[in-house]
């Protein structure tokens, strides 16, 4: 099996057509078209739908073994590399966007002098994307929020941070002194996405109490439904690093009792080898986590163990 065939299926995957995948890799559409036809004649399958440019079925169990196989060779270079010296190479990591906000400078500004060979590709997404794309094998580690329930992945806690509630200074909610679950649950709410893990420890929260949230609108990216909330828009429920101090604006945080945690965890693919460049970035990760996130408001760090699933 030629690698070469191996990389046009996968070019015509990731940039959504033989055109253009033979733009992005700098050939013609023939070479393109005849690199996939031989893979596909050699596994007797056809692995692209020509009429959509999709993968069939067949293509994409192909590509999910393909990927991997691209992880390992890059792995490879990278531990070749380590083996002289200081790990090197590029680490996909995929990181949730409100912790991304303030661990990503961190984390680039520690690599450059720890390990300064290695680069960092950031996928900012949310938790159901990145682990798809984790399991997927387009990411080395992915930082995400429990619960996450894929036998694929190994997961271990980083830190939990508090949920509060972000609100208009404007807004009757904001007016209430010792606010509880009850008294939000009378309000309309900006709320996360159904069926996200936010959004489910959310709801956790308010059956704990016989209560039921009330959805004025449901987002799925935590991000929009702060600055919606920063816009005076409605409340929102957040996690505390959602709205940094430094955003200016009429809102207020609000903390209710009962209202729970966030739990953000490092996630891993369970098979194969993370490189020596991987294994550098996740050391690092957890040294800057453990000096930095203490000094964020309503963050905690979480016992370094494996959440159950």
């Known amino acids: ?23 992005a890799t ?35 169990a192909v590509v999910a073994r393909v990927r991997r196989i691209e992880n390992e060779l890059t792995a490879l270079e990278a531990d070749v590399s380590a083996l002289r010296g200081k790990p090197r190479g590029i680490v996909r990591v995929g990181v949730i966007g409100t912790t991304a906000r303030w661990l990503t400078p961190l ?7 720890e390990t300064p060979d290695i680069r960092l590709f950031v996928a900012d997404g949310t938790t159901t994307s990145l682990v798809q794309r984790l399991v997927e094998g387009q990411l080395d580690l992915a930082i995400v929020s429990l619960p996450v329930d894929e036998p694929e992945l190994r997961l271990t806690n980083l830190f939990v941070e508090d949920n509060e509630v972000i609100a208009p200074g404007s807004h009757p ?47 799925d990216g935590l991000r929009l439904l ?8 409605g409340i929102a429920i957040l996690p505390a690093t959602a709205a940094p101090d430094w955003v200016g604006g009429d809102w207020v945080r609000i903390a209710v009792p009962g209202l729970g945690q966030r739990r953000v965890a490092l996630a891993v693919r369970r098979r194969g080898m993370l490189s020596a460049a991987a294994e550098a970035t996740i050391g690092t ?18 016992p370094n163990r494996q959440p159950s699933r």
Do not use: Y
């Open 1 to 23: 099996m030629d690698l070469r065939h191996l990389q046009a299926l996968l070019a015509v995957i990731d940039h959504g057509g033989f055109t253009a995948a033979a733009r």
């Open 26 to 60: 700098h050939t013609v559409q023939s070479n393109i078209s005849a690199h996939v036809a031989s893979l596909e004649k050699e596994l007797d399958a056809t692995l692209i739908d020509r009429a959509t440019g999709k993968p069939t079925e067949e293509g994409k």
């Open 107 to 113: 984390l680039v500004d520690r690599l450059a002098v």
């Open 173 to 219: 909610f904001a007016k209430h002194s010792d606010p509880t679950l009850a008294d939000l649950a009378r309000h309309e709410i900006m709320l996360a996405s159904p069926g996200t893990p936010f959004r489910q420890e959310v709801d956790r929260s308010f059956q704990a109490e016989g209560l039921t949230a009330m959805p004025k609108i449901e987002v």
């Open 226 to 233: 702060t600055s919606l909330a920063f816009q005076g828009f």
């Open 285 to 302: 990760t957890r040294k800057v986590i453990v000096q930095h996130a203490p000094g964020l408001p309503g963050v905690h760090l979480g």
